[in-house]
């Protein structure tokens, strides 16, 4: 839901970089949480330039707020709404562990994770016994998303496993040589 930044002021403050559609409604979500497992409460949370600055429940002095920069934050996926989502919406959360197929049928793993880097979202797909791939999740690599039935269908030349007029490697990775990459 969001990254911790630096800190702000001398109170406890901390700058937070929302990936909410509005950073104002990152509150709106119940408490927070990190992969360790401790639980953010906001007790304030004003608007600044392009992040929100967010006072936490027991982070009273500055070096306290210091202690979290750089820390990510989560919420429990059921603290997520199901009914706002347009037909081509989904979340992260809900792509992951779905199975990968092209149209002739063949699987090439599951999407273990999801990654934005800057430049696209980016789909991790592992296959058993095989290296993760990342593809890129646009309209012409990722041709449809099932959530019902936990399939996911590329086009595996728009997404880089294959070439055209080549046929695909045994091993799922890209049949290009390394001069070619």
Do not use: C, W
């Not at 937070?16 to 509005?22: E, G, H, L, N, S």
């Not at 002095?61 to 750089?70: F, H, K, P, T, W």
């Not at 592992?126 to 646009?138: A, E, H, N, T, W």
């Not at 039935?149 to 695909?168: C, F, N, T, V």
């Amino acid at each position: 839901m969001a990254t911790v930044g630096a800190a702000q002021g001398l109170r406890g403050e901390v700058r937070v970089k929302a990936y909410t559609a509005d950073p104002m409604a990152l509150g709106d979500y119940g408490n927070l949480r990190s992969l360790d497992g401790r639980v953010f409460e906001i007790l304030e949370i004003r608007e600044a330039k392009n992040v929100a600055i967010v006072r936490f429940r027991g982070v009273n002095d500055r070096n306290a707020a210091e202690a979290l920069n750089g820390l990510e934050l989560y919420i429990e996926r059921d603290a997520l709404p199901d009914g706002e989502l347009e037909d081509d919406e989904f979340y992260y959360a809900d792509l992951e562990g779905l199975d990968v197929y092209d149209g002739a049928g063949k699987h090439y793993g599951s999407v273990s994770a999801v990654f934005d880097f800057g430049a696209g979202d980016l789909l991790e797909i592992k296959g058993p016994g095989k290296r993760p791939v990342l593809i890129p999740f646009s309209e012409t690599a990722v041709l449809e998303i099932d959530l019902e039935s936990g399939r996911l269908l590329i086009d595996p030349i728009a997404a880089g496993l294959e070439e055209e007029g080549k046929p695909p490697r045994r091993d799922g990775q890209s049949s290009k040589s390394p001069d070619e990459r």
